[in-house]
Structure formats: C-alpha cells, structure tokens
C-alpha cells in the first residue's frame, strides 16, 4: 500500500525562442543572403542541429565565393522578459563571421619530380589554372576541382609504368 504514496516529478525545460540573428565580422556578403543560406528565422525555436546545418550551408556558399579560409563561430545572447506575468526566455543568436582572404593559385611547385619537366606536369591539370594579372578571372581555387587535378596526375604517372607514385599534401 505504500506504493500508493508515490509520485513521478517531471521537469520540463521548454526550448527557448529566438528573437534575433545578428552577424558579425562578414564584409563580402550581406546579412540578408547569409540569412536565406541559414534556414532559420527569428521566432523559430532554438535548435541546435538547423543552426549547425545553417553554418555549414553558409560555409559552402563562401567556399563558392573563393574564400576557403571562412571561418564561423556563433553563441547565444539570454532575453527574458515578463508577459502578463509569465517569464518568457528567448534568446539572440550572434554569428562571428571571420571571411578570410580569397585563395587564388599564383604558382604550383612540384617537388620530388625528376623525370619530367614540371611544365609537362603542371599541363596535366585541367581544372587548376594560375592567376595572372593579365588573366584575373583565372586562378580561382576549387578544393573538388583540385582534388580531380591530384586524381589526373597520379594517372599520368601510372600510366608512364611508375607503380610506386605517391602524392603528398
């Protein structure tokens, strides 16, 4: 009969609001664009997972801007305020955006190469291009496209009967 007496206390930590998202540090791309790339909006509940989704769909869009160095952290700003005497908790949400320099290939070094001409080698690549000041729309780096290129030049040397190719970073 004793087990009458017992009671289950459940505590419950409601997800708070967010009330704002507010930017820092980006100069290259506008708050507005950053927020259509974060997914998430002011008055949503406050989740963990959209928000980590967010910044890497926003790191992405850097990425595609050519700026490979992004780098993002956020953190959370407590609002509490008092409605008709329920405490209401929202927080802002502040993203530092650090953007980096724009990555441009300005010259390709090939080290261990003793058989071929580095000019042969570099020909190889058909997606890495070198910058120029003549040529300013060439040069962009694209780590997928890179990659690619490291693929094509292991191929190259294969193919020449050199079975112990190895390529280092």
Known sequence: ESYLDNKLIIYVDEAPFIKQIIFKGNKKISDRKLLEKLSINEGDLLNHNDINEGI???????????????????????????????????????????EGKKIRVKNII??????????????????LNLWKWYNPWKGDFNEEKYNIDKMILENFYLNKGYKDFKKED
């Open 110 to 127: 090939i080290k261990g190469n003793n058989d071929f001409r580095d000019r042969i080698l570099i020909k190889q690549f058909q997606n």
């Open 56 to 98: 890497i769909s926003i790191i992405n869009h850097y990425k595609e801007k050519k700026y490979h160095n992004i780098n993002i952290n956020y953190h959370f700003e407590e609002q509490t305020f008092n409605e008709d005497s329920i405490i209401n908790t929202s927080k802002n949400i502040i993203i530092n955006v650090d």
